[in-house]
């Protein structure tokens, strides 16, 4: 079987497996469990920010932001595909009481003098802006990294506005492995950042939100109040630890074999590549095959090679460090039987 659907099918590393056994751990509420400290500790590092905070998933991460940065009646602006808005289950408005004004962005990317303009003034009818969300990589944009330039810029707006910015980073270090820069040069042109540690970086659970000293206090807080207060989380920690340190260099090897992968299928009669593969994520049509996207999923599903409805039409497929070279040379050929054609 091969797994194409998503990276967050990575299974722990034999590494990881090692150190959860041997964790040392302790009652992480009373701040005493000395792996999850470390993970924090590191993770703030990584991403050149003052502190860290272990949360169990992406989007807890994300959702504890936006409770930490917004009150009730706020309005978040965010790319109208993004995560937070799309598949958030309507978190950020059954939580923390925010509306949501979505731009559309191109490649992900929101233009930042539109975002400029979808700053609310001060007038009573209006709500107050309380944070602007970006997402690199974008996933519904296909893996789409989102340049630095654009990132700078829509910073610098939210500075000049006094409003926050929030980077949801779960494939952050996909963006950073793409352009070739540290994690930190990404993540310097927001106040807080989410990046998922249990997708390509292949550990079991969890996500860090990362942020000022102030910020993460206060975001410790609102995690409490969600019930994500962990005990000895040291054993899920290690992983993360392991993740952030030995795992983010080969991320350039899943964008290699998507690049192989992409070059494959456009190459088979009927599917059409729609994404430019910046990262890990491949997004292919489907509908020249006369097969919608689930008839294709499931049809491949069938020779053993798992992907993932994206619309209609839409096939996703996403490499990652369980699937090797070889895995996907096969995948190609269980491709070309779905589409109908022999190799
Ligand atoms: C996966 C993902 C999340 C959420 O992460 P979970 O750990 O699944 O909750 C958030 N944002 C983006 C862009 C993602 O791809």
Redesign the pocket.
């Known amino acids: 079987m091969t797994d194409l659907r998503?990276d967050?099918v990575t299974k722990p590393t034999e590494e990881m497996r090692k150190a959860a056994y041997e964790a040392e751990v302790g009652d992480d509420v009373y701040g005493e469990d000395p792996s999850i400290n470390k993970l924090e500790e590191t993770a703030a590092e990584v991403l050149g920010k003052e502190a860290a905070l272990f949360v169990?998933?992406?989007?807890?991460?994300?959702q504890i932001a936006i409770l930490t940065h917004c009150r009730p009646g706020n309005e978040i602006i965010l790319e109208a595909e993004?995560?937070?808005f799309y598949?958030?289950s309507g978190a950020s408005s059954a939580f923390a009481g925010v509306q949501t004004r979505t731009l559309n962005g191109i490649r992900g990317a929101m233009n930042p003098s539109e975002v400029e303009h979808a700053i609310r003034g001060e007038d009573q009818h209006y709500p107050e802006t309380g944070l602007i969300c970006l997402?690199n990589?974008?996933?519904?944009a296909g893996g789409a990294v989102i340049p630095i330039d654009n990132m700078k810029e829509i910073y610098s707006i939210g500075k000049t506005n006094n409003i926050p910015v929030h980077i949801?980073?779960?494939?952050l270090f996909n963006a950073a492995a793409a352009l070739n820069l540290p994690a930190s040069e990404m993540a310097n042109h927001c106040d807080t950042v989410?990046v998922?540690l249990?997708?390509g970086l292949g550990a079991p659970v969890?996500?860090i939100l990362a942020g000022s000293r102030e910020f993460i206090a206060a975001a410790r807080k609102w995690r409490k109040r969600l019930g994500g207060g962990l005990r000895q989380a040291g054993i899920i920690a290690a992983p993360g630890i392991v993740a952030l340190t030995n795992m983010r260099e080969r991320l350039a090897e899943d964008h290699e074999n998507a690049q192989y992968l992409a070059q494959q299928l456009g190459q088979i009669k009927g599917i059409e590549i729609v994404n430019q593969v910046d990262t890990n994520i491949i997004v292919a049509d489907v509908k020249n095959l006369k097969m919608n996207s689930s008839e294709f999923v499931e049809k491949l599903k069938a020779e053993g090679v798992f992907s993932g409805t994206f619309g209609p039409s839409y096939v996703r497929f996403v490499t990652h460090y369980d699937v090797t070279k070889k895995q996907l040379e096969d995948a190609v050929i269980a491709i070309h039987r779905t589409a109908g054609q022999m190799i």
């Not at 169990?56 to 994300?62: A, H, L």
């Not at 990589?137 to 519904?140: G, M």
Request: glycine share 14%; aromatic share 4%; charged share 20%.
């Open positions: 998503s967050t169990t998933s992406g989007t807890q991460g994300n993004s995560h937070i598949y958030e997402e990589t974008h996933n519904r949801d980073g779960a494939r989410q998922c249990s997708k969890g996500s």
